[in-house]
Each structure stands twice: as structure tokens, then as C-alpha cells.
């Protein structure tokens, strides 16, 4: 029997387009996304960000590094945010609709610049002091130095909320990190490109 449910955030609850933020780059004055692209992913830069490693200021400086031009703080977090999408209200009210009868968590990779863009767009769009108040509580990478599919991750929050695997649900849009929460013992759903959550649920 389920009564704990563990969401991912980009790609289950907020639409992300990627190739967004390369459109983004290139209105900077970036000349070669790709070459840009695949140094952030030879050195790690991403998940280095999304773990904490690397602080908001360093992330820019790196991007700056393939711009031909200067560009301020606010233009180069406006680039980046641009792969959020908006929290649609039916997601919303879907997660409200669970907590009388599940535990709700967030589990999201993600990093500073994302979170406080989408905290503040929630804030504003609906009636919560923050995205975190949709659930019991809300893990985020960035603030745990760890990052999915690490078990580890999985491991501090099975922990920290005092969940029994067994009973429990994780749902994310990356295999991965659905494998790697089936090897602790939980229940998953992997959410491929067009599948929604409720309708999966019902």
C-alpha cells in the first residue's frame, strides 16, 4: 500500500525546455553553443552546480567565458532560467488533492538560480508563500550536496522523513534515477515525454 509519494520537479511538475537556454545563449553573443555546451559537460559544470560546488557567481563566469561580449548577472540568469516553463494550476491542484491521503515530498535536482526563479514565479502565481508549502517537504540538490541518481540522495530522505521504502512511491522523468531508487526498494514510475502524472494515478 502507497502512502508516501516522492516527486522530481523539471519534467513531472514544471516544464523544461532545454534548448531554450541555447536559444538564450546565442542572443547573449554566444558563437558556439555546442563547443560551450559540451565543455560544461566534460568538466561537470551542471551537476557540479546542481550539487552546490559551484556558486551562482562561478557559473556565470564560466558562461561569460563563451560570450563575445559583456553581459550583466540579470541577463545571463534570464538566459538560463528560460528552460523553465510555468507551473501549470492543474498540477497544483492535483498535488493539493493528495495530501489528505498521501505524504508528499519534492526531490528535485536543481540549483540556485532555477530555484529562486521558480519560488518567486510560485509565489506570485498562487496562493503559497513558496513551491515547498505543496508538501510535506521539499529536498533540493544544491542545498544537500548530493544529486540523483546518487543512492545517497535517496537514502537522506528515506531518513530524514522517516519512510518506509516499501510504501513508498518516487516518480521522475529520467530512467536513471528511477533505477536507482528501485534498487532501495521503492515503487517508481518513470514519466516519458506526454505522460502526466494524474492521469497515470488514477
Given at each position: 500500500?502507497?502512502?508516501?509519494?516522492?516527486?522530481?520537479?523539471?519534467?513531472?511538475?514544471?516544464?523544461?525546455?532545454?534548448?531554450?537556454?541555447?536559444?538564450?545563449?546565442?542572443?547573449?553573443?554566444?558563437?558556439?553553443v555546442?563547443?560551450?555546451?559540451?565543455?560544461?559537460?566534460?568538466?561537470?559544470?551542471?551537476?557540479?552546480?546542481?550539487?552546490?560546488?559551484i556558486?551562482?557567481?562561478?557559473?556565470?563566469?564560466?558562461?561569460?567565458?563563451?560570450?563575445s561580449?559583456?553581459?550583466?548577472?540579470?541577463?545571463?540568469?534570464?538566459?538560463?532560467?528560460?528552460?523553465?516553463?510555468?507551473?501549470p494550476?492543474?498540477?497544483v491542484?492535483?498535488?493539493?488533492?493528495?495530501?489528505?491521503?498521501?505524504?508528499?515530498?519534492?526531490?528535485?535536482?536543481?540549483?540556485?538560480?532555477?530555484?529562486?526563479?521558480?519560488?518567486a514565479?510560485?509565489?506570485?502565481?498562487?496562493?503559497?508563500?513558496?513551491?515547498?508549502?505543496?508538501?510535506?517537504?521539499?529536498y533540493?540538490?544544491?542545498?544537500?550536496?548530493?544529486?540523483?541518481?546518487?543512492?545517497?540522495?535517496?537514502?537522506?530522505?528515506?531518513?530524514?522523513?522517516?519512510?518506509?521504502?516499501?510504501?513508498?512511491?518516487?516518480?521522475?522523468?529520467?530512467?536513471?534515477?528511477?533505477?536507482?531508487?528501485?534498487?532501495?526498494?521503492?515503487?517508481?514510475?518513470?514519466?516519458?515525454?506526454?505522460?502526466?502524472?494524474?492521469n497515470?494515478?488514477?
Amino acid at each position: 500500500m502507497i502512502k508516501n509519494i516522492i516527486f522530481d520537479f523539471g519534467g513531472v511538475i514544471i516544464p523544461v525546455d532545454p534548448m531554450a537556454f541555447a536559444g538564450g545563449l546565442i542572443n547573449l553573443g554566444c558563437t558556439d553553443v555546442l563547443s560551450l555546451h559540451e565543455f560544461f559537460l566534460r568538466e561537470q559544470v551542471y551537476m557540479r552546480f546542481e550539487k552546490g560546488e559551484i556558486s551562482p557567481g562561478e557559473f556565470r563566469m564560466m558562461l561569460r567565458s563563451g560570450l563575445s561580449h559583456p553581459v550583466t548577472d540579470e541577463q545571463i540568469d534570464e538566459a538560463w532560467n528560460l528552460i523553465l516553463g510555468e507551473i501549470p494550476p492543474h498540477r497544483v491542484t492535483f498535488l493539493e488533492s493528495l495530501r489528505p491521503g498521501y505524504r508528499t515530498f519534492l526531490l528535485s535536482n536543481t540549483n540556485k538560480i532555477h530555484y529562486d526563479r521558480y519560488q518567486a514565479q510560485f509565489g506570485k502565481t498562487y496562493r503559497y508563500l513558496s513551491l515547498d508549502h505543496l508538501f510535506e517537504k521539499a529536498y533540493y540538490s544544491f542545498q544537500l550536496g548530493l544529486y540523483k541518481p546518487d543512492p545517497a540522495i535517496f537514502e537522506f530522505v528515506i531518513n530524514d522523513s522517516g519512510l518506509n521504502p516499501e510504501e513508498t512511491l518516487f516518480i521522475d522523468d529520467f530512467q536513471t534515477n528511477v533505477e536507482a531508487a528501485k534498487q532501495l526498494g521503492l515503487h517508481t514510475i518513470h514519466l516519458t515525454n506526454g505522460m502526466e502524472v494524474a492521469n497515470i494515478m488514477k
